[in-house]
């Protein structure tokens, strides 16, 4: 069965510095894709990150990068020079690939508090 | 390009009563997903729709049901209400292809509270 785990309820970090937000995944299916979710408290999920499971290089999105360490089955997002906008929760996500939809399955998420 | 566009953003209704969610992909995409999010259970797929057909189904009563028009907007209908359905609804969009194409982009959700 499908499974992302998320060990960290809540972190603080100082404004400017960089912030790593734990993820572990757990699937037999080799080929899948691991996604990263921000939700500020007005409730929207925005996108942030992809990685695919064959992809070779890890994902990098402006100031988000994802560590993907397939082995391990982790996918942690590193957060760099922190800004206040940036106290959310995130959420890590699976989808296995397949022909056919299948569901997204979400981490139980990490709040992230930047201090100034 | 317009984003996910969810209505109503806040409900309130009481026990026994029915209600209608609207959501209104990103225009091209195909696929509509509904996901549950509450303070003790996280986020829960609810369905996902593509080209008016429902190709995957969560864990959920039969009181949850969705659609899927040929403009690939989608409404869910949650039928006698309970309270413990009291919760924040959430509808995304993607592509529906591969795996990169499901990237989900998701609506501002629509809060539902059930007295």
């Known amino acids: 069965a499908q499974k992302i785990t998320q060990t960290q309820p809540g972190m603080f970090v100082q ?6 937000l734990d993820c572990t995944y757990d699937t037999s299916d080799p080929s899948y894709g691991l996604f990263w979710y921000k939700q500020p408290s007005s409730g929207e999920m925005i996108f ?9 290089q890890n994902a990098t999105e402006g ?9 391990r089955k982790s996918a942690n997002l590193v957060i760099s020079a922190s800004q206040l906008g940036d106290s959310a929760m995130y959420f890590c996500a699976m989808r296995e690939g397949g022909t056919g939809g299948f569901k997204t399955i979400f981490g139980a998420g990490t709040r992230l508090f930047v201090k100034a | 390009k317009a984003g996910v566009t969810q209505t109503p953003r806040y409900l309130i209704k009481t026990r026994g009563q029915q209600v209608t969610l609207s959501c209104s992909p990103i225009s091209g995409h195909r696929s509509v997903s ?11 797929f609810l369905f ?4 008016e057909t429902q190709r995957n189904k969560g864990n959920f009563p039969g009181r949850f049901s969705g659609r899927q028009f040929s403009n690939s907007r989608s409404e869910m209908n949650v039928s006698t209400l309970e309270l413990g359905d009291s919760a924040l609804y959430l509808c995304a969009s993607s592509l529906g292809g591969g795996l990169t194409e499901n990237i989900q982009y998701f609506g501002a959700g629509t809060r539902l509270s059930v007295l």
């Open chain 1, 15 to 20: 404004e400017k510095e960089a912030v790593t």
């Open chain 1, 48 to 56: 942030l990150i992809y990685q695919g499971s064959y992809d070779q």
């Open chain 2, 34 to 44: 509904w996901y549950q999010q509450t303070p003790g259970q996280g986020l829960q």
């Open chain 2, 48 to 51: 996902e729709y593509f080209s």
């Open chain 1, 63 to 71: 100031r988000y990068s994802l560590n993907f360490q397939k082995a």
